[in-house]
């Protein structure tokens, strides 16, 4: 039986001459167990996450994936992805069909890529169009959402193409993540308004500066937490708080959890 969120094409002979459609796909999906994939996966992926956190490994190099952030997996790359704060959960969708290949190509989705904070509401939508389709289990199932196998992979392309004012903006947060900065400051750099920079976030992330601020000190401190020499008050200061009950209560919101509570589920042996 499907669940509710999740579907599979399960195509026919015929099917397989349909140029591009949809294998599998779920929205909301929580992933509980590790995934290791020393083949790779066969099929075009686009994975979104939409709660949680989790660590994607591509060759010795090592991905945060987090809440509002795109990827593109094309087919054969080995990998291996992991929930680091749960639930985890992933809108994810792989592609297969006759021109699958030669489409990707077209858009240029042949290369592993991840999309920081610009995870798509209209793919999200889709997918949960495309499952409604495929629940429904009629015949014609694959070809009638074909159609919207080319949408989303339209939308994957829009976002490599997106390009922001506030790109310098999220470099520089990154960059000085553990440092006081200004919304004055970061204004300056997009050189815009502070007013005009509250709605780019806004508009392009769903939050506010502040927010995004805190979320990159928040996972600098899920880092700085496996170091057991630190004490929490000594890791909020390293990530930018002003203080270890700001920092506390920041955390918690994040991921449910006090900061002690997390060093000891992760990091204890």
């Known amino acids: 039986m499907y669940e509710y969120n999740c579907a599979y094409a399960r195509p026919g002979v015929r099917d397989e001459n349909v140029p591009i459609f949809i294998y599998g796909l779920a929205f909301d999906y929580t992933h509980i167990k590790e995934i290791d994939r020393e083949q790779g996966f066969p099929l075009l992926q686009l994975h979104q996450c939409t709660a949680g956190a989790g660590c994607l490994e591509i060759n010795s190099a090592q991905y945060n994936i987090e809440e509002g952030d795109a990827l593109i997996l094309p087919p054969g790359i080995p990998h291996r992805y992991y929930a680091t704060e749960k639930p985890w959960n992933l809108d994810w969708i792989t592609f297969s069909g006759s021109c699958c290949t030669q489409i990707a190509s077209g858009f240029g989705l042949t290369e592993f890529a991840l999309y920081k904070g610009r995870a798509s509401s209209e793919i999200h939508s889709k997918i949960k169009e495309v499952v409604g389709i495929y629940h429904k289990r009629g015949a014609n199932r694959v070809l009638m959402a074909s159609p919207l196998s080319y949408e989303i992979l339209t939308l994957a392309k829009r976002l490599s193409e997106r390009k922001s004012r506030l790109s310098p903006v999220l470099r520089y947060i990154e960059a000085n993540t553990g440092k006081d900065m200004t919304l004055e ?41 496996a170091d057991m020499s630190l004490s929490i008050a000594e890791t909020a200061q390293r990530c930018g708080f002003r203080s270890e009950n700001y920092f506390r209560d920041i955390f918690r919101r994040f991921t449910g959890t006090s900061p002690s509570a997390y060093r000891k589920l992760y990091y204890s042996g």
Do not use: D, W
């Open 185 to 225: 400051e970061l204004a300056a750099i997009a050189g815009i308004s502070e007013y005009h920079l509250c709605r780019l976030f806004r508009n392009e992330l769903s939050m506010r500066p502040t927010e995004y601020i805190n979320r990159a000190r928040v996972q600098l401190s899920k880092e700085l937490l």
